[in-house]
């Protein structure tokens, strides 16, 4: 693409590479005139400004000169000494003088511009070439084989390779070689070419084509293998580049012809060597790579003969053609839009006429009403390939499942350049930076692959650094035992070996612990409703005394003649309650006796009552008796443990979930654990709120663990969710041994737990691993797509599949419930998948692993077929539209973005009836005899 345009005949040459900003210079070009038949000479550097979207370049510098030029180079000697900080401009004129400018004097507009003049040569110069190593050796070359080698230190004195070759001939370019600072090779017009060496002042080699045809008319060193050069041949009848190896001189190595007509200028760039610059008589410009003779780019150009052609040194993808239409192109290999080059040329014909009235009539032209042409496609396409200086050297990326990619461009020797391609190599290598996650996860894995749970609970329990942290496993530790709920009462801190002890203790003593006073300021007596306390109730009805009296009644023996009694049927309550009982009415005997305070007789005769009367009247004496312990008692007689679990204060949470284990039937026994875990969650105190995971432990609530343990963890580090995942595992196993349940329901928090965790194995390669921990109860998008990927890393499904596409088993849901289907029989036919996209190319096989093992990536079938559930709503643009497992269900309408088959004549078709659409049929036409039928056809292949 054309960046920039100069309108000048003249020959050019680009700023040094350690120059900034980017000069071209230009000089008039020798034996040329322009249209106006002018005889001035100059010298001008224009500023190449790519931020700058005109094509014009700014001229930075003119002087005029007395000479015209054949070559013009410019090079470096003086930038580092700063006496000349734009270097030198070096001049082949046409009356064989060579002379040397100051650029940075041209760029200021000095009038004395000349360092130095030489007119040592007898005719015009048309060779020049600075050293690359010693920029201070120029090499010119003119007629009758002269050739000189000038110091810039001493002009004065040049100095010649060698004897003048015979015949005697014009020297049409000189180039120094690119990695060898002493050799040096020169061109004549007859085709022969000379290489001298510098140390021995003689030419070491000649070549030369044998068909006497070769015009030579530019050379150029390969920049990186010392023995190979290039030479150009302007001959029309042979217009081709000879690429020679001086090590195998006798022929040429390759011959680049894709040129018609003679080639005027070559030019190799030093940044990349597979790209060489060639122009012609042709109008072409062409950038081939030159070890395989392929044309990589071809330039756009005009219609004129292009007759010198250089790459910018500091800008590599830039470079500059002039032609004998009397203008300097700068191009871009790298493509872009030729938009800019069209508006110059539509401004210059608007400032030509404007809205002007060519034919005088004092009117200005109405606008010309043309019809609009259709857009041309302003884009330009860059190289075929990228070129070497925005190739990556290296490079590494990460892969999924924990793999590092990189590779290398391994530099071969110049000798194996050309005997065999050089090798590209792949390492794949599996990066773990987690060993102590790894080292867990896997002691895990052989724990609940072996069953042995227990051991794993007693290596964490003696493991554990923090009296929580040992709590928590022994409470998991006790699942496994033969009585969990009796060893969660010893991890509490009451056994009943020890309470027992204690009892006997204090019998032996003689006398038990008084009774603590139900508030420490007042006496026991009777509370605030007038009610007497429990203490004070049995006081007074004197049931010590009675039980005494029975003690001893029961050592002694019993009188032969049994006591006479009355009973008392008077008005008093002994004779009221006399009377109700005589009748059969226990309630109301129960009720005289609570009012009279003689809980004792009431009790006894609830219990002859029946069981209603009796857990009557024991509300009834646990709505008057307020103690410590009365809410304890009422929860043991009316096994109403909901209310303490909701009553109690949590500094006693351990006493509560000890009632719990010891009193909760089996079917509540879950449920007031998660109650009491949930009380203790929501409290302000973070010493209560992790005791909370204890109760979802004895549970078996893994959701609530999981949201519990996340809150008092630090769910980002990979080593506290590998605490998380230990504990819920095992609870999950203590579960189903427990419940006999296959499998434990996944809530979603624990799904995106367990997710999480499977990618954090499969980013250390444990694929195998990270899928058995997937949840597969669950349809999260994130999880899905680590299964697929999981799945495809491995190169197979479960049960020996084939990798699905991707997504998988990704359908969109039906609007409404799905005809009942027929039963599949063999006869039926099924019809190969509708595929809309190219087959899928499987993947290289990498070359070399970093553990030498040799692998092939895994390849991508095509998708299979869907299920026999169909959903009528087609799938949105760019999903995979699977075809019909059955041809009787009907199928999708065929979207919009996909063609019909009517437009596709080429494929396979079947057979169809000429009958009208068929009663259920979704396709144009339809099968004869047959309902809801589907459109088959063969799919595409790519």
Same mark, same amino acid.
């Given at each position: 693409?054309?960046?920039?345009?100069?309108?000048?005949?003249?020959?050019?040459?680009?700023?040094?590479?350690?120059?900034?900003?980017v000069?071209?210079?230009?000089?008039?070009?020798?034996?040329?005139?322009?249209?106006?038949?002018?005889?001035?000479?100059?010298?001008?550097?224009?500023?190449?400004?790519?931020?700058?979207?005109?094509?014009?370049?700014?001229?930075?510098?003119?002087?005029?000169?007395?000479?015209?030029y054949?070559?013009?180079?410019?090079?470096?000697?003086?930038?580092?000494?700063q006496?000349?900080?734009?270097?030198?401009?070096?001049?082949?004129?046409?009356?064989?003088?060579?002379?040397?400018?100051?650029?940075?004097?041209?760029?200021?507009?000095?009038?004395?511009?000349?360092?130095?003049?030489?007119?040592?040569?007898?005719?015009?110069?048309?060779?020049?070439?600075?050293?690359?190593?010693?920029?201070?050796?120029?090499?010119?070359?003119?007629?009758?084989?002269?050739?000189?080698?000038?110091?810039?230190?001493?002009?004065?004195?040049?100095?010649?390779?060698?004897?003048?070759?015979q015949?005697?001939?014009?020297? &049409?370019?000189? *180039? @120094? =070689?690119?990695? $060898?600072?002493h050799? #040096?090779?020169? %061109?004549?017009?007859?085709? /022969?070419?000379? !290489?001298?060496?510098?140390?021995?002042?003689?030419?070491?080699?000649?070549?030369?084509?044998?068909?006497?045809r070769?015009?030579? &008319?530019?050379? *150029? @060193? =390969?920049?990186? $293998?010392?023995?190979? #050069?290039?030479? %150009?041949?302007?001959?029309? /009848?042979?217009? !081709?580049?000879?690429?020679?190896?001086?090590?195998?001189?006798?022929?040429?190595?390759?011959?680049?012809?894709?040129?018609?007509?003679?080639?005027? *200028?070559?030019?190799?760039?030093l940044?990349?060597?597979?790209?060489?610059?060639?122009?012609?008589?042709?109008?072409?410009?062409?950038?081939?790579?030159?070890?395989?003779?392929?044309?990589?780019?071809?330039?756009?150009?005009?219609?004129?003969?292009?007759?010198?052609?250089q790459?910018?040194?500091?800008?590599?993808?830039?470079?500059?053609?002039?032609?004998?239409?009397?203008?300097?192109?700068?191009?871009?290999?790298m493509?872009?839009?030729?938009?800019?080059?069209?508006?110059?040329?539509?401004?210059?014909?608007?400032?030509?006429f404007?809205?002007?009235?060519?034919?005088?009539?004092?009117?200005?032209?109405?606008?010309?009403?043309?019809?609009?042409?259709?857009?041309?496609?302003?884009?330009?396409?860059?190289?075929?390939?990228?070129?070497?200086?925005?190739?990556?050297?290296?490079?590494?990326?990460?892969?999924?499942?924990?793999?590092?990619?990189?590779?290398?461009?391994?530099?071969?020797?110049?000798?194996q350049?050309?005997?065999?391609?050089?090798?590209?190599?792949?390492?794949?290598?599996?990066?773990?930076?987690?060993?102590?996650?790894?080292?867990?996860?896997?002691?895990?894995?052989?724990?609940m692959?072996?069953?042995?749970?227990?051991?794993?609970?007693?290596?964490?329990?003696?493991?554990?650094?923090?009296?929580?942290?040992?709590?928590?496993?022994?409470?998991?530790?006790?699942n496994?035992?033969?009585?969990?709920r009796?060893?969660?009462?010893?991890?509490?801190?009451?056994?009943?070996?020890?309470?027992?002890?204690?009892?006997?203790?204090?019998?032996?003593?003689?006398?038990?612990?008084?009774?603590?006073?139900?508030?420490?300021?007042?006496?026991?007596?009777?509370?605030?409703?007038?009610?007497?306390?429990?203490?004070?109730?049995?006081?007074?009805?004197?049931?010590?005394?009675?039980?005494?009296?029975?003690d001893?009644?029961?050592?002694?023996?019993?009188?032969?003649v049994?006591?006479?009694?009355?009973?008392?049927?008077?008005?008093?309550?002994?004779?009221?309650?006399?009377?109700?009982?005589?009748?059969?009415?226990?309630?109301?005997?129960?009720?005289?006796?609570?009012?009279?305070?003689?809980?004792?007789?009431?009790?006894?005769?609830?219990?002859?009552?029946g069981?209603?009367?009796?857990?009557?009247?024991?509300?009834?004496?646990?709505?008057?008796?307020?103690?410590?312990?009365?809410?304890?008692?009422?929860?043991?007689?009316?096994?109403d443990?909901?209310?303490?679990?909701?009553?109690?204060?949590?500094?006693?949470?351990?006493?509560?979930?000890?009632?719990?284990?010891?009193?909760?039937?089996?079917?509540?026994?879950?449920?007031?654990?998660?109650?009491?875990?949930?009380?203790?969650?929501?409290?302000?105190?973070?010493?209560?709120?992790?005791?909370?995971?204890?109760?979802?432990?004895?549970?078996?609530?893994?959701?609530?663990?999981?949201?519990?343990?996340?809150?008092?963890?630090?769910?980002?580090?990979?080593?506290?969710?590998?605490?998380?995942?230990e504990?819920?595992?095992?609870?999950?196993?203590?579960?189903?041994?427990?419940?006999?349940?296959?499998?434990?329901?996944?809530?979603?928090?624990?799904a995106?737990?367990m997710?999480?965790?499977?990618?954090?194995?499969?980013?250390q390669?444990?694929?195998?691993?990270?899928?058995?921990?997937?949840?597969?109860?669950?349809?999260?998008?994130?999880?899905?797509?680590?299964?697929?990927?999981?799945?495809?890393?491995?190169?197979?499904r479960?049960?020996?599949?084939?990798?699905?596409?991707?997504?998988?088993?990704?359908?969109?849901?039906?609007?409404e419930?799905?005809?009942?289907?027929?039963?599949?029989?063999?006869?039926?036919?099924?019809?190969?998948?509708?595929?809309?996209?190219?087959?899928?190319?499987?993947?290289?096989?990498?070359?070399?692993?970093s553990?030498?093992?040799?692998?092939?990536?895994?390849?991508?079938?095509?998708?299979?077929?869907?299920?026999?559930?169909?959903?009528?709503?087609?799938?949105?643009?760019?999903?995979?539209?699977?075809g019909?497992?059955?041809?009787?269900?009907?199928?999708?309408?065929?979207?919009?973005?996909?063609?019909?088959?009517?437009?596709?004549p080429?494929?396979?078709?079947?057979?169809?009836?000429?009958?009208?659409?068929?009663?259920?049929?979704?396709?144009?036409?339809?099968?004869?005899?047959?309902?809801?039928?589907?459109?088959?056809?063969?799919?595409?292949?790519?």
């Amino acid at each position: 693409m054309k960046l920039k345009e100069i309108d000048r005949t003249a020959i050019q040459a680009w700023s040094p590479a350690q120059h900034h900003p980017v000069y071209l210079a230009t000089g008039t070009s020798a034996q040329q005139l322009d249209a106006t038949f002018s005889t001035n000479a100059s010298l001008e550097i224009f500023e190449l400004d790519l931020a700058d979207t005109t094509l014009d370049m700014k001229s930075c510098g003119t002087f005029s000169s007395p000479h015209r030029y054949h070559k013009l180079v410019w090079g470096p000697h003086g930038m580092d000494e700063q006496g000349r900080p734009s270097g030198v401009l070096i001049a082949g004129g046409e009356n064989g003088n060579v002379i040397l400018y100051d650029a940075a004097k041209i760029i200021a507009g000095d009038s004395d511009v000349m360092i130095a003049q030489n007119d040592k040569h007898t005719g015009p110069v048309r060779a020049l070439d600075v050293n690359p190593f010693q920029t201070n050796l120029v090499v010119s070359g003119g007629n009758e084989s002269e050739i000189y080698i000038w110091d810039l230190n001493n002009f004065s004195n040049p100095m010649t390779p060698g004897p003048k070759s015979q015949p005697l001939e014009d020297i &049409s370019s000189v *180039a @120094w =070689n690119r990695q $060898v600072q002493h050799i #040096l090779a020169s %061109a004549c017009p007859s085709g /022969r070419a000379s !290489v001298w060496d510098l140390r021995k002042n003689e030419p070491i080699i000649k070549v030369s084509d044998h068909s006497n045809r070769m015009h030579c &008319s530019g050379l *150029a @060193w =390969n920049p990186e $293998v010392a023995t190979q #050069l290039v030479l %150009a041949s302007e001959d029309d /009848r042979m217009p !081709v580049i000879q690429m020679w190896d001086l090590r195998f001189a006798t022929s040429p190595l390759k011959v680049l012809e894709n040129h018609t007509r003679g080639v005027l *200028a070559i030019a190799w760039s030093l940044a990349d060597p597979e790209l060489l610059l060639s122009c012609g008589k042709d109008n072409r410009i062409l950038c081939w790579n030159p070890n395989t003779a392929e044309v990589l780019y071809e330039l756009p150009t005009s219609t004129q003969w292009c007759f010198d052609i250089q790459w910018c040194p500091r800008n590599p993808a830039v470079l500059s053609a002039a032609a004998f239409d009397g203008r300097i192109g700068i191009y871009s290999i790298m493509g872009g839009s030729a938009e800019g080059q069209r508006q110059k040329q539509a401004d210059q014909l608007s400032s030509s006429f404007g809205n002007l009235d060519p034919f005088g009539t004092g009117q200005t032209l109405p606008p010309l009403q043309m019809p609009q042409p259709p857009a041309q496609q302003s884009a330009v396409m860059p190289l075929k390939k990228p070129p070497k200086w925005i190739r990556r050297p290296v490079g590494a990326s990460f892969a999924f499942g924990g793999k590092l990619v990189t590779f290398g461009n391994v530099k071969a020797a110049p000798q194996q350049q050309q005997q065999q391609p050089t090798p590209h190599i792949v390492y794949v290598s599996q990066v773990v930076t987690e060993t102590a996650f790894l080292d867990r996860s896997n002691q895990l894995q052989s724990a609940m692959t072996a069953g042995s749970f227990m051991d794993f609970c007693r290596s964490k329990v003696e493991a554990s650094q923090s009296d929580f942290e040992r709590n928590v496993w022994s409470f998991l530790k006790a699942n496994f035992e033969s009585d969990p709920r009796g060893r969660y009462l010893e991890l509490l801190g009451y056994k009943k070996e020890e309470v027992a002890q204690k009892i006997a203790v204090a019998l032996q003593k003689g006398s038990v612990p008084p009774k603590e006073p139900v508030c420490e300021s007042e006496p026991a007596g009777p509370d605030a409703d007038g009610l007497p306390t429990a203490a004070a109730a049995t006081d007074e009805l004197g049931l010590d005394e009675a039980e005494e009296e029975e003690d001893t009644s029961l050592g002694e023996s019993a009188p032969a003649v049994k006591e006479r009694f009355k009973l008392s049927v008077s008005e008093d309550v002994d004779g009221l309650i006399t009377q109700a009982l005589l009748t059969g009415d226990f309630e109301g005997a129960v009720d005289l006796c609570l009012h009279d305070n003689r809980v004792a007789d009431a009790i006894i005769l609830a219990i002859a009552g029946g069981p209603e009367l009796l857990a009557k009247t024991q509300k009834t004496y646990f709505d008057k008796t307020q103690s410590k312990i009365t809410r304890l008692i009422t929860a043991v007689v009316t096994k109403d443990w909901r209310e303490i679990v909701e009553s109690c204060d949590l500094q006693n949470w351990r006493e509560a979930l000890a009632a719990v284990l010891t009193y909760a039937r089996p079917e509540e026994f879950s449920a007031l654990c998660d109650l009491l875990g949930s009380r203790l969650e929501g409290d302000g105190d973070l010493g209560l709120q992790v005791q909370a995971c204890l109760c979802y432990i004895c549970a078996g609530n893994v959701e609530k663990l999981v949201a519990c343990w996340t809150k008092a963890g630090d769910g980002n580090s990979p080593l506290s969710l590998q605490d998380l995942v230990e504990k819920v595992m095992v609870v999950q196993r203590a579960v189903e041994q427990s419940r006999g349940a296959s499998s434990v329901v996944m809530g979603a928090l624990l799904a995106e737990r367990m997710s999480q965790y499977a990618g954090l194995l499969a980013a250390q390669g444990s694929l195998a691993t990270a899928l058995a921990y997937l949840p597969s109860n669950t349809n999260q998008a994130a999880v899905v797509q680590l299964r697929d990927r999981l799945y495809r890393a491995q190169g197979e499904r479960a049960g020996g599949q084939p990798v699905p596409g991707f997504p998988s088993d990704r359908q969109p849901a039906p609007r409404e419930r799905a005809p009942v289907k027929p039963a599949y029989t063999p006869s039926q036919d099924v019809q190969p998948p509708q595929q809309y996209y190219a087959q899928v190319r499987p993947a290289s096989t990498v070359t070399s692993w970093s553990n030498q093992t040799p692998t092939a990536l895994p390849t991508i079938p095509p998708v299979a077929s869907s299920s026999d559930s169909q959903p009528e709503q087609p799938p949105p643009p760019g999903f995979l539209m699977p075809g019909q497992a059955n041809p009787s269900v009907p199928t999708s309408p065929t979207p919009g973005y996909m063609y019909q088959s009517s437009a596709r004549p080429g494929y396979p078709q079947s057979k169809w009836c000429t009958e009208p659409r068929a009663t259920g049929c979704r396709t144009p036409r339809c099968k004869k005899g047959e309902v809801g039928c589907f459109l088959p056809r063969a799919p595409i292949k790519s």
